[in-house]
């Protein structure tokens, strides 16, 4: 069966350094989505892509995030300076496409990030 | 604000049914979701149902939805050591670019 890969799955920084995650979608879909999950809290959308576009990057904090899907296929989701309260679970998920709600999200196994 | 509610926790007994609820927020919601997340794991689709309906079920699963309430429920039945998990609900609101919008998520203890 079909999986979303994520890469590592497990990373420990230092504050002011730069972290970066890797997500490969389940071959064939279209749409990928990076979530940040605070322990004890649902997922929350960070960016949501369309092929290599962003389609919604409102929740990105963009001064220190940023995103990239440049051939619409694997993506990397980079924080530089990484923050003590960046420390969470980084989900990414797929889908065919966007074009319903109906949609579903298959999610990744996560890269749990801890900043000390 | 956009707020899907669930109660943090539930205990049950082995064998017993679980009921686990969840509040959305959009009455114009037409997907919602119910995600599995085991400890340090991703989220593992588990069911879904349209607006359309009130009630899927689907094994031991048993979807419940009260839109005049914008309430849903998914019930365990025979709940076993391995549901012991965190189940989120989600809704996809009708505008926008139909994100998921995810409850808190509710964790489920399951006792031998």
């Known amino acids: 069966e079909a999986e979303v890969a994520q890469s590592p799955r497990y990373k420990i920084t230092e504050k002011s350094q730069a972290v970066a995650f890797w997500c490969d979608p389940i071959s064939g879909h279209a749409t990928l989505y990076w979530y940040r999950q605070i322990l004890g809290q649902g997922p929350e959308l960070l960016v949501q892509?369309?092929?290599?576009?962003?389609?919604?990057d409102s929740q990105l904090p963009k001064d220190r995030f940023s995103a990239e899907r440049l051939k619409g296929v694997d993506s990397t989701l980079k924080i530089q300076p990484a923050e003590l309260g960046d420390s969470a679970m980084y989900l990414c998920?797929?889908?065919?496409?966007?074009?319903?709600?109906?949609?579903?999200?298959?999610f990744g196994p996560g890269t749990r990030l801890l900043v000390l | 604000g956009e707020d899907v509610e669930q109660s943090l926790f539930l205990s049950v007994r082995e064998g017993d049914s679980s009921v686990i609820n969840c509040t959305y927020t959009?009455?114009?919601?037409?997907?919602l979701y119910w995600y599995k997340q085991e400890p340090g794991a991703g989220l593992q689709l588990l069911t879904y149902?349209?607006?359309?309906?009130d009630m899927k079920q689907d094994q031991r699963l048993t979807v419940l939805l009260n839109k005049k309430d914008k309430h849903l429920s998914l019930r365990i039945a025979d709940t076993q050591t391995g549901d012991s998990a965190i189940y989120f609900c989600?809704?996809?609101?009708?505008?926008?670019?139909?994100?998921?919008?995810f409850g808190t998520g509710t964790r489920l203890k399951v006792l031998a």
């Open positions: 998920a797929s889908s065919l496409d966007t074009g319903t709600p109906a949609e579903t999200q298959y």
């Open positions: 959009d009455s114009s919601s037409t997907y």
């Open positions: 989600a809704e996809i609101p009708t505008s926008g670019t139909y994100k998921y919008i």
């Open positions: 149902i349209f607006s359309n309906m």
């Open positions: 892509f369309q092929d290599e576009s962003v389609v919604d």
